[in-house]
């Protein structure tokens, strides 16, 4: 990719020269080398005003030749950056490269002169397609990572433009780069080559000092830069202008034999390559991202770029009118006073104007009342900033992504960089349209987005997705596409080849899932059949209980989506009656792990039989399962205590009996551990753990009295578990029990008769009569969802 450079130098050899009217022109024997800082505002308005000077018949760029076809785009009305040139591997998507651009690269500002005055300009770096193929060769290294050497190479390495400021006595890389660059004034300049030449003087310098600063690979792009230039002399002549990274100005303007430099380039593997254009982010061009050519303020520089005057008083604008959109009291005389204590603070600083760290704590002591939460706020939106590029249609794309663009557009489904919450309802045909998409995509491990809990209704007709589109996301469009042209055509692809490849029961089952919230007709027989066959195979009951969840959500999302969920049905009442048969032994003789993992299984398989088709004959087994598992005093305390509290939540355990299990799991003769786990069964892991306790104080009088009879010695062994049950509460629901226990629970094994106050707060018993007001309310909603 690009590389991290610093500064800017001068060709050798050239000479400007004062044309007729006193305008300043380039002439010379050698090409104009104009060294640049990658994402510079500074280098881009000097290059500019460079080309304006000089007029070159040709203009090269550092950058990968694959991309030159591609270069016409740029001058398209619709092509808005930041946006980068990808380039990927044929053969494997996955091996791919981004030159990111922004509206402030010097590279972009010299591709845009070029095409604006019809003049010819080429990418010269080395070509993707040696790069690709390279970069899993240890020998070139990565020109973003730290090589191995000596600590100046290694800090060189990391930023050369360090090196110059720490000779210059600054700390700060940065602002040392505003002070000589980007404050030079935006006025005209006498000679807009010298800024080339001098730094340029300062870079050959370093280059002389460090060599290539560890960068192996370095040579050998340079080198393909020298043979690129050689060609281009030979057929415009002298009057050629390069735009590369100040670090190379020194070997481009060193003499070299062309053969020699041939020699370097001679047997460099290869692949073939697709490029195209792609929108970029400010984010992805900061360097905090691990882009290794990245700057740390990318909108403050786009702003230094884009304000044609008074950028500080335009800055200040801006960070008030953020602050006000998120509520804050920002007015007129917050910006004026922030604008002068900036100025005065650069003054104090002996800086020539304010720059991004005077700004930022003006605006901190002004606008945000010395807090950082309102200026880490100004830091993510503005100062980096959530820009997103655009790219034209007719920029070349993989089948996959167009597919992709045209679904996009025809559900109205735009990407966008900034995290939002979609809400889908699936009976509206855009809605259930979405829904399927980013299923698919998800299949094909594109995740633009990711489920996520609704605020709103949870029924099975309504989806929550958290959507980011992230520049990243073009490759693996571009990896997906070896599946099919379409994303369906992929998606099922990927799912038939998943359903031969997994081995793991769970796997399947979770695959068919995905295949009926995608609809995946064609794929799902596929997996269906993969699915029956790993089932009769395993004889794990965890691995059945595992599966079993998602079967059953899938035949409730299949009902949703009117899909033939037959077949699914059989396997999932298969794998429901194995599991009655092998839980109970299963759970006997675990320890503490394997009784916590087979508990969440035992929570599983209830829900799930609840969603099977009816049975009365399964739901029967169920039940005797789950008296098994509450009375056999071999199965550890947390299963028991849970399969009593299941049986009670369905009505199939009277209170009485459920009361007398407690007492005899927290009877004098249990362990404390075992009782506590017992507890933690019944009550914790639920939301009406505790509002059972609330409700119901023969339970509570049975916990309160065997806590208080837990010996001194065993009391440290329970604490863990009781708090980690009771800590899972509602702070209400705590606080509730409290209050009950500070005034005394009724005695344990009484309970209120009717007629009798009982529990302040309680009756005796369920008011049938004011439970049946709420039925009419209740039939609303639930035709209102259409259920």
Do not use: N
């Not at 993989?398 to 995290?419: F, G």
């Not at 056999?632 to 199939?652: K, Q």
Request: charged share 25%; aromatic share 6%.
């Amino acid at each position: 990719m690009t590389t991290a450079v610093t500064t800017a130098g001068h060709g050798a050899g050239t000479a400007p020269v004062t044309a007729p009217g006193g305008e300043k022109r380039w002439q010379g024997r050698e090409p104009l080398v104009l060294g640049v800082r990658h994402h510079g505002p500074g280098s881009a308005r000097a290059v500019r005003a460079a080309l304006d000077a000089a007029m070159p018949r040709a203009v090269l760029i550092e950058g990968p030749p694959e991309g030159d076809s591609l270069l016409p785009l740029a001058a398209d009305e619709s092509m808005v950056p930041p946006v980068a040139l990808l380039a990927h591997a044929v053969d494997d998507p996955g091996r791919a490269a981004f030159w990111p651009m922004a509206a402030f690269s010097p590279e972009w500002v010299a591709i845009r002169w070029a095409l604006a005055h019809e003049v010819p300009v080429r990418f010269i770096d080395l070509p993707a397609a040696h790069s690709l193929a390279a970069a899993s060769d240890p020998t070139w290294g990565d020109e973003d990572e730290a090589h191995p050497g000596s600590t100046d190479e290694a800090a060189l390495r990391i930023d050369p433009l360090a090196v110059l400021a720490d000779a210059a006595g600054y700390d700060d890389p940065e602002r040392w780069w505003e002070d000589v660059i980007e404050h030079r004034g935006g006025g005209a300049v006498a000679d807009p080559f010298a800024p080339f030449a001098v730094l340029g003087e300062a870079m050959a310098a370093l280059r002389e000092e460090y060599g290539h600063g560890g960068r192996d690979r370095d040579l050998v792009r340079e080198a393909h830069m020298r043979v690129q230039l050689y060609a281009a002399r030979k057929e415009f002549g002298h009057e050629v202008a390069v735009v590369c990274g100040a670090w190379h100005v020194p070997a481009l303007t060193t003499k070299s034999t062309v053969t020699a430099d041939r020699a370097l380039l001679k047997g460099l593997p290869k692949v073939k390559t697709e490029t195209t254009w792609v929108p970029w982010t400010h984010r992805r061009l900061a360097r905090r991202t691990g882009y290794g050519a990245g700057i740390d303020s990318p909108g403050w520089y786009a702003h230094l770029f884009g304000a044609p005057d008074r950028p500080v008083e335009r800055w200040m604008t801006k960070v008030a009118g953020l602050l006000r959109d998120e509520d804050r009291f920002v007015s007129s005389a917050h910006v004026i006073e922030a604008v002068r204590l900036a100025d005065t603070l650069a003054a104090m600083r002996g800086r020539p104007l304010a720059g991004l760290s005077e700004t930022t704590d003006a605006i901190r002591a002004v606008m945000c009342d010395g807090s950082e939460v309102p200026l880490e706020l100004v830091r993510d939106r503005l100062i980096i900033g959530d820009v997103l590029g655009e790219v034209p249609e007719s920029a070349p794309a993989v089948p996959l992504q167009r597919d992709l663009a045209r679904l996009q557009r025809s559900l109205r489904l735009k990407p966008e960089l900034l995290e939002r919450e979609l809400e889908l309802d699936l009976r509206k045909e855009t809605d259930s349209g979405r829904s399927r998409l980013l299923h698919r995509l998800r299949l094909l491990s594109v995740d633009w987005g990711a489920p996520a809990a609704g605020r709103g209704s949870t029924g099975t007709f309504r989806e929550t997705w958290r959507l980011r589109w992230e520049p990243e996301l073009f490759v693996k469009v571009a990896e997906a596409g070896i599946w099919g042209t379409t994303v369906l055509a992929a998606a099922t692809a990927r799912a038939e080849s998943d359903a031969a490849s997994v081995t793991a029961l769970a796997e399947v089952t979770a695959l068919a899932e995905r295949c009926l919230l995608a609809e995946l007709p064609d794929a799902l027989p596929v997996v269906m059949k993969a699915l029956a066959d790993r089932a009769a195979l395993d004889a794990d009951v965890g691995h059945l209980a595992q599966a079993l969840p998602a079967l059953a959500r899938s035949l409730r999302y299949g009902d949703v989506r009117s899909t033939d969920t037959a077949a699914l049905g059989e396997v999932a009442t298969g794998l429901a009656e194995r599991i009655c048969v092998g839980l109970p032994p299963a759970c006997v003789g675990l320890d503490a792990d394997g009784a916590a993992e087979m508990r969440g299984h035992l929570d599983g398989v209830h829900t799930a039989v609840g969603l099977l088709p009816e049975s009365e004959e399964l739901s029967a087994r169920w039940t005797e399962v789950l008296r098994k598992l509450a009375v056999r005093d071999t199965v550890p305390g947390v299963i028991r205590g849970r399969a009593a509290r299941l049986l009670l939540d369905d009505g199939r355990l009277e209170e009485d009996e459920a009361a007398r299990l407690m007492g005899l799991a927290l009877s004098p003769g249990t362990p404390p551990v075992d009782a506590a786990a017992w507890i933690e069964g019944f009550v914790g892991g639920t939301a009406g753990g505790g509002m059972l306790l609330v409700h119901d104080e023969r339970l509570l009088g049975l916990v309160d009295a065997w806590l208080v009879s837990v010996p001194g010695d065993a009391f440290t062994d329970v604490l863990p578990l009781l708090r980690r049950t009771f800590s899972a509460y509602e702070p209400g629901v705590r606080r509730t029990l409290g209050e009950l226990v500070r005034r005394g629970p009724a005695a344990p094994g009484t309970a209120p008769t009717a007629g009798e106050s009982g529990v302040p707060g309680f009756g005796a018993g369920i008011d049938e009569a004011r439970a049946d007001s709420v039925l009419p309310v209740l039939r609303l909603i639930l035709e209102g969802e259409h259920v």
